[in-house]
């Protein structure tokens, strides 16, 4: 069973910075896309950045030059840092691992979500 844990949201002024973790285990051998989304209240979910295996990044055009997405591939960790932070920000961040591969075939989790609140 793959579980994907969030952690690092939380109340932060405008302009700040926070980093957000997500850390996938369970029998995995490898996770071809990992990624993060959010959704703020009355909206539909949506893309804020996702990392490929081999590094490649793609951006919400909202959060490019703000918001980086580094991974760690022999921890299974994906990272989202945001700087310049805005209230529009404000929003569930969720954690997506897309094509897992694991003993049991290919699948695509989601975590649980962590709060950003961006607000003076």
């Known amino acids: 069973q793959v579980q994907l844990v969030e952690s690092g949201g939380g109340l932060v002024q405008p302009g700040g910075s926070l980093r957000l973790s997500c850390a996938a285990s369970g029998s995995i051998f490898y996770i071809y896309l990992m990624g993060w989304y959010r959704q703020a209240p009355g909206k539909q979910r949506e893309l804020v950045a996702t990392?490929?295996?081999?590094?490649?990044?793609n951006y919400a055009d909202s959060v490019k030059d703000r918001f980086t997405i580094p991974r760690e591939n022999a921890k299974n960790t994906v990272y989202l840092q945001m700087n310049g932070l805005k209230p529009e920000d404000t929003a569930v961040y969720y954690c997506?691992?897309?094509?897992?591969?694991?003993?049991?075939?290919?699948?695509?989790?989601w975590g649980q979500g962590t709060q950003v609140t961006v607000s003076s």
């Open positions: 990392i490929t295996g081999g590094g490649i990044t």
């Open positions: 997506h691992a897309d094509r897992v591969v694991t003993p049991a075939g290919g699948y695509d989790y």
